[in-house]
């Protein structure tokens, strides 16, 4: 079975375990950095971008993420992981994995709208899907092998590169679980293509 693993440092992790079980593959709530070997993908969920990167490097995950998604292992990073996956930050010189050509720019809704709901259509993916933002950043700018795959108000709040998938908004929070299943099946293409 695919193994999707949920970096359990911080956050809603518990709710993407849900979800990945109900897209059909195993989820493994990751602590340790040894348990990224026996992955087939990752979910870097939200929370405090700030307060993961500082247990990120307390636990010495730093270098271990880079090189995941430099292997070519498919990580999905919603909302603070989506912060966490980005090649630059609006106002802030220190970036995190870097790993995906993209500007982002935190709590970017604005204060007066902490958090919430609206129904996104997801490129390929689905129609009228439920996303829940909360104190939610959006992606001012995408590189050239970026694809866009949602928008919301203009501002674009899901992208895709190759093997990497990045959300402003938290899917595991409502029972629609169609944008999961989407990066199930990413998962299970790169297995497959690795394992050849
Ligand atoms: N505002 C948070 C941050 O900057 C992200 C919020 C979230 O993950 N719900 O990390």
Do not use: W
């Not at 998604?69 to 909302?79: D, L, R």
């Not at 010189?93 to 993209?102: S, Y």
């Not at 029972?175 to 199930?184: E, G, I, N, P, Q």
Request: charged residues 25%; contains cysteine; glycine residues 10%.
């Amino acid at each position: 079975m695919t193994k999707i693993g949920v970096l359990g440092l911080q956050g809603a992790f518990r709710e993407h375990i849900r979800s990945v079980e109900a897209s059909g593959a195993e989820g493994i709530i990751v602590k340790r950095v040894e348990q990224l070997d026996e992955l087939d993908g990752l979910i870097i969920p939200g929370g405090e971008s700030t307060t993961m990167r500082r247990l990120i490097d307390k636990y010495n995950f730093l270098e271990p993420l880079r090189e995941f998604g430099k292997q070519g292992k498919p990580i999905f990073g919603t909302c603070a992981g989506m912060i966490l996956l980005a090649s630059e930050i609006a106002g802030i010189d220190n970036v995190h994995l870097g790993l995906m050509d993209i500007k982002v720019e935190r709590n970017a809704f604005g204060r007066q709208r902490e958090s919430f709901e609206t129904d996104l259509d997801i490129k390929g993916v689905a129609e009228g899907y439920n996303a829940v933002f909360i104190r939610a950043p959006y992606i001012l700018e995408v590189g050239p092998e970026v694809d866009v795959l949602a928008t919301h108000q203009d501002k674009i709040v899901l992208a895709q590169q190759g093997h990497l998938l990045a959300c402003a908004f938290h899917p595991e929070l409502t029972d629609d679980h169609r944008l999961t299943a989407h990066f199930v099946e990413m998962v299970e293409e790169s297995r497959k293509s690795l394992a050849s």
